[in-house]
């Protein structure tokens, strides 16, 4: 066949039901989209959730907040902030034909999500260590609540805190898993070189699910680590 | 047209039914038709999974003393027919079976933006089904289909955490369907398919969509709660440590009022079409009826708080609530004066879709007007948690979602099957059904009001009458339910095959073949006309040489 007959009819990754590739992509774009909408709905209980309790436990949260590492947490967000320039550098390579680029920055950003599960996982470590996991061995006694040296946090309102915590970093690093799942999948498909300036649909949608990903953490870090800190 | 085409072949044309035959082409089928034929299947068992339990609580309440079944049992009995016929039944109905098969139809698409993500709704709606038979079948769950903490968290020792793990996979099955509405209906209809052009059957599944999008994921997360707190013991909602039970009321409402208008609003959308087919009219008020579909999924998510009015919360915000709820009667109340509007003068025919038609518009009003009573502080106190607020929401939920479903499925039952069914028979269950309905729940009403509250299963006796009149009106009801299924089967094999538009309707789906071919068209179409434009249809009748069910 010649290849002037080769129209958009016979593009291999255009689904039947389509009319042209533009309509796949934005298909494909507004699907995602909406998708992540009902993400920050999924979130959002959890944040109003947060918003209820430390409304109505302020000091407590804040004695509970002061425990955590923010050295670890810190770190943790400027390697999610990394790897959302990876992220970036890798949707500019599938579009420009960049393959190599491509499957390296995939890889970073696989090495970088996995470090923030590392770290994470050294955080919840400690948290039993320190009995700080809600259930019958959680112990919060005789911590005083920042600005108010005289009075003791309620164990109960900080336990809560902890279950927050852990639904809420818990739930991120869920999707942290599902992203590095992704992120595998888009390494094998662009290392048999499935991806072309013309077609990397795959590569854009799973970029903006990783950033997702990441500004949850964004708004996690502060509301979880920097609520009571001071110099 | 030729009259050889306008006549019915002899040899069966291709079409998305005979195409492939066997298991497997229906089990990783990717065709929205096929799809939601698996849907209507599936619902269809649930729906009487759900009745058998009704039955059961009606038997139970024949009665004032507690003879066919202890307190335990009933506890189960009213939770799993509440989970089953909301989330199982309700919820998936309109929008997965009818919507699942028209939405490209309708807006000239060959399927929906995301074949394979159509399948894997329908394979997490199977799991989230199978859950919770197995949740059924080894004991059961008593909470209420509400799951009210601290109640479900700490005290119940029944399978809360299971119920609430198949809801929350049944729930990512609407929300899929939702993101397959919204995507297709932007993004792949036909040329000359503006936004002013579409069915407001289309309009009314954008509307759900944005609520099934919007809602289910916060159910989701709170179910995760719930469960985490079950097995945990976290305190989130234990008022021991200091958690707040009103705060799951909150959440649970948010998604849970709005399901409501996951049910009404795609039967709105059917009743539209069958008023406008049977009226011979161009419906009338055509944006107003599109944008109070719109108007009613926002406004549905600003009323929560209704369900708490003697929970604890503060009298401004039920104030506040009490209004909201007040203004979500105006789109419902466009609605119903645009279809009369419709009707007024139009040539109406009497065929069974038409009749459902009617009763959904009676239902539905007493429904609504009783949902306003509801909303007003007063007398709420007085009715909360009796069978007045039974009677309503089963006015608007079975009376009104449930008479849509099954006009809807007689008026498109001749394109899903390609057979036409009795329409003697038809009318005579929707007859069965409109009285069988107010048999059982009208009764409800009264109860309620005089003070029987929901959720006994004991009663004193001066309440025996209404309970027999109701108990009476669910057998009725029941073998109002049972004909459809009986002679849509029968119309299967032996109905007479159905011409391509048997209503002489307006409308896309109504000009390709009856069953449709796979990929729906033949040549895609190009609309260069308005939405129910039967003043042109009328003026070129069907042709009498064309069986017409009618």
């Known amino acids: ?231 | 047209m030729s009259m050889a085409t306008a006549s019915i072949p002899t040899v069966e044309r291709e079409n998305y039914l005979n195409k492939h035959y066997g298991v497997g082409s229906w089990l990783f089928t990717t065709d929205h038709k096929r799809i939601a034929l698996l849907y209507l299947l599936s619902i269809t068992f649930f729906f009487f999974i759900g009745g058998f339990f009704a039955l059961l609580i009606r038997l139970e309440l024949l009665t004032p003393a507690g003879d066919l079944v202890q307190a335990d049992s009933y506890n189960k009995l009213f939770t799993m027919h509440g989970m089953v016929m909301v989330f199982f039944f309700l919820i998936p109905s309109i929008p997965a079976v009818l919507g699942n098969f028209l939405v490209p139809l309708m807006i000239g698409a060959k399927d929906l933006a995301f074949p394979k993500i159509n399948l894997l709704s329908w394979y997490l709606y199977i799991i989230g089904g199978v859950m919770m038979l197995h949740c059924m079948l080894t004991g059961g769950v008593d909470t209420g289909w509400t799951f009210y903490v601290p109640f479900s968290t700490a005290f119940s020792n029944t399978k809360v955490v299971e119920a609430g793990l198949a809801i929350f996979v049944a729930g990512f099955s609407s929300i899929l369907t939702g993101l397959n509405f919204v995507v297709t209906i932007h993004r792949l209809r036909a040329p000359g398919m503006s936004w002013s052009r579409l069915p407001l059957f289309i309009w009314a599944h954008y509307a759900t969509s944005i609520i099934q999008l919007l809602g289910t994921p916060v159910i989701a997360i709170t179910l995760v709660l719930v469960a985490a707190e079950r097995a945990l013991h976290l305190g989130i909602f234990d008022p021991k440590l200091g958690g707040d039970p009103l705060l799951f009321q909150h959440l649970f409402w948010f998604y849970s009022h709005p399901a409501v208008y996951i049910m009404i609003l795609p039967s709105m959308g059917i009743i539209s079409e069958i008023i406008a087919c049977f009226s011979r009219k161009r419906i009338f008020g055509y944006s107003f009826v599109a944008f109070s579909s719109i108007a009613i999924a926002v406004f549905g998510f600003l009323v929560w708080a209704h369900h708490m009015f003697v929970a604890g919360i503060s009298v401004y915000a039920a104030l506040v609530f009490s209004l909201l709820s007040y203004l979500v009667a105006v789109p419902s109340a466009v609605k119903v004066f645009n279809w009369t509007a419709t009707m007024y003068k139009g040539s109406i025919y009497y065929d069974a879709p038409m009749l459902y038609a009617f009763g959904f518009l009676g239902l539905f009003t007493v429904g609504g007007l009783t949902g306003l009573f509801l909303a007003a502080l007063g007398i709420d106190v007085h009715v909360t948690d009796t069978y007045f607020v039974i009677a309503h929401f089963h006015y608007i939920m079975v009376g009104g979602a449930v008479m849509g479903y099954l006009g809807g499925m007689h008026f498109w039952w001749p394109k899903i099957s390609g057979r036409l069914y009795p329409e003697g028979w038809a009318k005579l269950a929707a007859l069965i059904v409109f009285i069988g309905f107010n048999l059982t729940f009208f009764p409800q009403f009264i109860l309620g009001y005089i003070g029987m509250p929901r959720r006994y299963y004991q009663y004193p006796p001066e309440f025996q009458v209404l309970n027999v009149l109701s108990t009476a009106g669910a057998t009725i009801l029941g073998v109002g339910y049972l004909l459809p299924m009986v002679y849509f089967l029968w119309s299967m094999r032996y109905g007479k095959p159905a011409p391509d538009n048997p209503w002489n309707a307006a409308g896309l789906e109504w000009k390709t073949a009856s069953p449709p071919p796979t990929f729906n068209f033949d040549e895609e179409p190009v609309v260069t006309w308005e939405a129910y434009n039967y003043d042109e249809l009328n003026r070129f009748p069907v042709k009498e040489e064309t069986p017409v069910a009618r």
């Open chain 1, 1 to 231: 066949m010649p290849d002037s007959q080769l129209t958009a009819a016979h593009n291999p990754a255009l689904l039947h039901h389509f009319a042209e590739p533009q309509q796949q992509r934005d298909a494909a774009s507004l699907g995602t989209w909406v998708f992540l909408g009902t993400e920050i709905m999924f979130f959002g209980g959890l944040f109003c959730t947060y918003l209820v309790y430390r409304r109505g436990y302020f000091g407590d949260w804040g004695a509970a907040s002061k425990t955590l590492d923010v050295t670890l947490g810190a770190t943790n967000t400027a390697v999610l902030i990394c790897s959302s320039l990876t992220v970036v550098l890798a949707v500019w390579a599938a579009q420009t034909g960049r393959r190599r680029l491509l499957i390296g920055n995939l890889l970073a950003t696989l090495v970088l999500g996995t470090a923030f599960l590392g770290i994470k996982g050294i955080e919840y470590k400690e948290k039993f260590e320190k009995h700080h996991v809600p259930g019958a061995s959680f112990q919060f006694n005789n911590v005083r609540i920042p600005g108010h040296p005289d009075q003791y946090a309620n164990p109960s309102h900080a336990e809560i805190f902890f279950a927050l915590y852990f639904v809420m970093t818990g739930l991120h690093a869920l999707h942290m898993i599902v992203g590095i799942g992704i992120f595998i999948w888009l390494t094998v498909m662009a290392w048999k070189g499935r991806f072309t300036p013309e077609y990397n649909t795959p590569v854009e949608m799973g970029g903006l699910y990783w950033h997702f990903v990441d500004i949850i953490w964004i708004y996690l870090f502060p509301l979880l680590y920097l609520i009571d800190r001071h110099p």
